[in-house]
């Protein structure tokens, strides 16, 4: 008898194939059932390699031994003329069917069940591409911890501490940290946790409570599964507000621990090395904060940016190392400098803080990197002290170094660059990844759409912008999806949605501007730009962008030579492209300053242009 003809009689291929079907059937029982266990990433690894490792044992066992009606023996010793080998056979080719006909309805429900169109392909939204999903294993979202007691600052007290143990857990590679923002989010709102870490994309909650007794301080944290609810750790703290920094520490490495994570002392350095440490100082760093994303959440900016600044002083007067206080305390000195060579009007900011914004926002941002609690935060805070300083040797190369870095740590000025010149969708990638560690902060949704935009994805744009407002009412990402909907053409939506929504008159009447240069009616955008000039918030820096939109080569010319002479000159102009959306709103001539850092920068130029206005003719 033929080798063949051997392997078939004693049945070997019958059980290759059995064993083939009966692993893949077992695989993706596995890739169901780890993620929900909260199983190590490498145990279906493992499975799989005991799998093909076990295929040889078991064609050698099919060889070697029979199943017989006594039970199984040495092929050798079963009589060929009582051998039942074939009646085994049909049972294995049973099985086979068996076996099979599960593995096709699960294959037929993964591809073809709910949520999945008839096509085949996944169902996603349309226009928006998700963000990156976070391992739900090994992701936390610290919430904002309660203040039981009714002190003047125990709430900011509270919030301090909530913070200090979040930046100290985002401080651990194996762990991606819901950042403060989208946590607080939910501050003051009975929501359950499920519902939470589904809206964040998490595993894992953390949730406490403080009561503060004047002498005593009573800490409650608790670390829940958010799959079932499940508290894997929890513990009270009964100490003095002397001891909160020791507490601090303790929950956050409770916390790692419970999540499986190793600390080394390298790890627990870290996690210390990024807190204030100091109570009164991470009091007024909240407050700072608090009055800052108020500023960032209105058009006019100035007044609460001032009012943050008090109190990140404060918090640097006791704490001089606080890298992030300098990073948020440098905008208010950017935003002056800027609106003087945009000439934009600063009621209440007088001529000798004008004279000094320049010098303190590169103080500031120096500070801001020099502090900087990681590499990361350094590349960041670096690039955003070249692009303000007109640095811009090399510039193309360190966005795309920062780009490519994958951290929840975001520049505050790269958006000026990374959405404009040319570096498309890993720069999409980039901020899908910022969103996703921080789903419900507004500018991740500000920075996303208008990219969409200017990469070709008008749609797309609008879709994320409308999203966004889902979550929460916003000046500047109503202006993001006014301007999205001019890219599409949509031009009478773009003019309802900033009539309807916008509070502010110099919203409006720019939007109104837009749409009718958009048009390409000359007489009705001019009517309509004589009416804001008369008006006392109008400024040199929408003077400038309309003169493009309207196609007054001369004039644009004129007004971006003159902010081109200023001290930033060129990383103002920057922003006018940013904000134009016209390509290029000038004749590169006419601004020597900008032009010399843009050929050193290795920037592309002419810019896109996401918004089509006819009577622009260059």
Sequence with gaps: MSLFAELKRRNVFRVGIAYAVTSWLLLQVVDVVVPVLELPEWVPKLILLLLAVGILPALIFAWAFELTPEGLKREREVDRTRSITSQTGRKLDFAIIAVLTVALAWFAWDRFGPGTPADGTPAVAETVAPAPLLPAGKSVAVLPFVALSSGPDDEYFADGLTEEILNALAQLPELLVTARTSSFHFKGRDVPVQEIAQALNVGHIVEGSIRNTGERLRVTAQLVRAADGFHLWSENYDSTSQDTIAVQEDIAEKIA??????????????????????????????????????????????????????????????????????????????????????????????????????????????????????????????????????????????????????????????????????????????????????????????????????????????????????????????????????????????????????????????????????????????????????????????????????????????????????????????????????????????????????????????????????????
């Excluded at 190793?262 to 870290?270: G, S």
């Excluded at 960032?296 to 002083?313: P, S, V």
């Excluded at 590499?375 to 690039?383: I, K, N, V």
């Excluded at 990844?433 to 008008?458: F, H, K, S, T, V």
């Design 257 to 618: 621990l419970a999540m499986d994570v190793v600390l080394d002392e390298q790890k627990r350095e870290a996690m210390r090395k990024t807190g204030i440490r100091d109570v009164e100082a991470f009091v007024a760093f909240q407050k700072g904060q608090d009055f800052y994303e108020r500023g960032h959440g209105q058009m006019n900016q100035l007044e609460a940016l001032r009012e943050a600044n008090r109190h990140f002083e404060t918090a640097l007067a006791r704490v001089p190392g606080i890298g992030a206080a300098y990073t948020l305390h440098s905008d208010l000195f950017v935003h002056i400098v800027n609106n003087d060579a945009s000439g934009i009007r600063q009621p209440g900011i007088s001529a000798e803080m004008v004279a000094s914004a320049y010098e303190n926002a590169i103080s500031d941002l120096n500070a801001a990197a020099r502090h900087a609690p990681d590499p990361a935060t350094r590349a960041s805070a670096e690039l955003d002290l070249a692009i303000f300083t007109g640095q811009w040797s090399g510039l193309a190369g360190r966005v795309q170094r920062v780009i490519g870095l994958r951290t929840c740590q975001s520049s505050a000025w790269i958006n000026a660059v990374g959405t404009v010149y040319g570096f498309g969708e890993p720069y999409l990638d980039y901020l899908r990844y910022l969103r996703a560690c921080d789903p419900l902060q507004q500018n991740a949704w500000i920075n996303e759409a208008r990219a969409e935009l200017w990469n070709g994805n008008p749609q797309a744009g609008a879709a994320l912008a409308r999203e966004g407002l889902e979550i929460a009412e916003n000046a500047w990402l109503t202006t993001v999806l006014v301007r999205t909907l001019l890219g599409t053409g949509d031009l009478d939506e773009a003019q309802r949605v900033a009539s309807a929504r916008f509070q502010d008159a110099e919203s409006r009447d720019i939007s109104s501007i837009m749409v009718a240069a958009a048009r390409g009616d000359r007489a009705r955008a001019g009517e309509l730009f004589q009416a804001y000039l008369a008006q006392d918030y109008a400024s040199g820096f929408y003077r400038l962008l309309v003169n493009a939109w309207i196609g007054n080569r001369e004039a644009v010319n004129e007004l971006a030579s003159q902010v081109d002479a200023h001290e930033i000159g060129p990383f103002s102009l920057l922003l006018h492209v940013y904000w134009c959306l016209c390509g290029a709103p000038w004749d590169l001539e006419s601004t020597p300053g900008f032009a010399g850092r843009l050929a050193e920068s290795g920037l592309a130029w002419p810019p896109p242009t996401p918004v089509r206005f006819p009577l622009k003719d260059w």
